[in-house]
């Protein structure tokens, strides 16, 4: 099976800029979910996708949205972006019923 | 490679030695931890889970320790190899699949 896969692997923006990011999970998993990895504060939990909807949400600004498709892929959305934006975004995918999440290698966003 | 955290706290260990990796958790709600390890340039890469009704689970030369009372939860890994050298980090599962990590800790392994 073919792991977790996430496009652009690296993007540079500039501040004021919106971005999206790409995850297309395992295939036959419907969950996705979305962290934003960073020196300063770890690992933290952007929001979760299950079967086109929204099902948890992390603690983040209204900037960050994101949508899943029928076909279980997502996409995240960052609008007016801000330097501390700059990250590395990680897409984890996970089964029904399974609380396993696979992640997949990430997008690192530079804002200049 | 890309780093993961700048101020992490370092274990390091010598080949062939064992190695613990500690970590507190904060939801005593929390009913599912995950250790992950993470090279440089790669996404998290599962380790090893546990659910909080265990206090041990042993895989292929890692044990996962947890004591709920204190809400401590541990990674032994057992005969070090360079090939260890990573970012771990604990995870905890307190509602559907939302992951609250732990802060990561780099095991650097000497050969």
């Known amino acids: 099976k073919a792991g977790v896969t996430q496009t652009p692997r690296y993007l540079i923006k500039t501040r004021g800029q919106q971005v999206t990011l790409s995850c297309s999970p395992i295939?036959?998993?419907?969950?996705v979910s979305w962290y934003q990895q960073t020196p300063g504060q770890g690992l933290q939990f952007l929001f979760e996708?299950?079967?086109?909807?929204?099902?948890n949400k992390g603690n983040f600004p209204g900037r960050f949205s994101g949508r899943q498709f029928s076909n279980s892929r997502s996409e995240m959305n960052v609008s007016t972006l801000e330097l501390g934006d700059s990250a590395l975004y990680l897409c984890?995918?996970?089964?029904?019923?399974?609380?396993?999440?696979?992640f997949g290698p990430g997008t690192r966003l530079t804002v200049l | 490679g890309e780093s993961v955290g700048l101020h992490l706290p370092t274990l390091s260990v010598q080949e062939g030695d064992n190695s613990i990796i500690n970590c507190a958790y904060s939801?005593?709600?929390?009913?599912?931890f995950i250790w992950y390890k993470q090279e440089s340039g790669k996404g998290p890469q599962f380790i090893i889970d546990i659910r909080s009704n265990m206090d041990k689970r042993q895989g292929q030369r890692v044990t996962v320790l947890l004591n709920k009372t204190v809400k401590h939860l541990s990674l032994q890994i057992a005969a070090t190899q360079p090939g260890d050298s990573a970012v771990y980090f604990c995870a905890e599962n307190a509602a559907g699949n939302k992951l609250t990590f732990g802060g990561g800790t780099r095991v650097l392994v000497k050969p």
């Open positions: 295939s036959g998993h419907r969950s």
């Open positions: 996708y299950f079967s086109e909807t929204q099902r």
């Open positions: 939801n005593s709600a929390s009913d599912y």
């Open positions: 984890a995918s996970s089964s029904w019923g399974d609380n396993e999440q696979f």
